[in-house]
């Protein structure tokens, strides 16, 4: 219970590419749902911030989506560049403001 | 750069001391998160401070402690220090107290021998 699941652990692709990440919770009471980027030894930088009324919000190449029926969201980059590359990590917070983080996704973009 | 900047950047310290990790938040900012990040655990909330007040708790330790000061300065300490206590300490800071973007500052990065 009040869980955060990212798939995959991993991701290896091509500049140039498009991918989806995923992320699925059991948090309840929702409050909103983040996504952030984080490079390796630095601190998280924000991506999108959606609560339970929004399924889309988009952040230049990055689009994330919500499904909280199913309790579903993804990130989906457009046209990856190599700096791309990072880990991207969902936070689901609960209406106490008490935040619950996935394991992230790595995510690497090869020349 | 996020305008949250964290002090120091690195400490190395042995088993059983006691530190002390200082942020300050984004001019405006009234809120100061802190997180844990191990190798093994991920990013885990700690404790928020809104305006000088307690305002959400995590996964905090009995030997950690946090306050907010009156120029909104934040510090974290940690006593009887563990060696699984090393790990990148991240403080954000949001203007709100709830459903604000967080930036976060570059971290500290705490060794345990």
């Known amino acids: 219970k009040n869980q955060v699941e990212q798939s995959p652990q991993s991701l290896i692709i091509l500049e140039g590419k498009n991918c989806t990440l995923q992320?699925?919770?059991?948090?309840?009471?929702?409050?909103?749902l983040r996504w952030y980027k984080q490079d390796t030894g630095r601190g998280p930088v924000s991506l999108t911030i959606m609560t339970f009324s929004e399924n889309t919000k988009s952040n230049g190449r990055y689009t994330a989506t919500l499904d909280a029926d199913t309790k579903q969201s993804s990130l989906h980059i457009t046209a990856s560049q190599l700096s791309d590359s990072a880990s991207y990590i969902c936070v689901v917070s609960r209406s106490n403001n008490d935040m619950r983080f996935g394991a992230g996704t790595r995510l690497t973009v090869k020349p | 750069d996020s305008g949250v900047t964290q002090t120091p950047k690195h400490l190395i310290t042995a088993t059983g001391q006691r530190v002390t990790l200082r942020c300050s938040p984004r001019s405006g900012d009234l809120s100061v998160y802190w997180y844990q990040q191990s190798l093994d655990q991920g990013l885990q909330f700690l404790i928020q401070?809104?305006?000088?007040?307690?305002?959400a708790k995590g996964n905090i330790l009995e030997r950690f402690s946090a306050q907010q000061f009156p120029d909104l300065h934040s510090e974290l300490n940690l006593s009887s220090l563990e060696l699984g206590d090393s790990a990148l300490y991240f403080c954000?800071?949001?203007?709100?107290?709830?459903?604000?973007?967080?930036?976060f500052g570059p971290g500290t990065r705490l060794t345990v021998l």
């Open positions: 954000a800071s949001s203007v709100g107290a709830a459903y604000n973007e967080q930036f």
């Open positions: 401070y809104y305006n000088g007040e307690e305002r």
């Open positions: 992320c699925n919770y059991t948090v309840s009471p929702f409050s909103n």
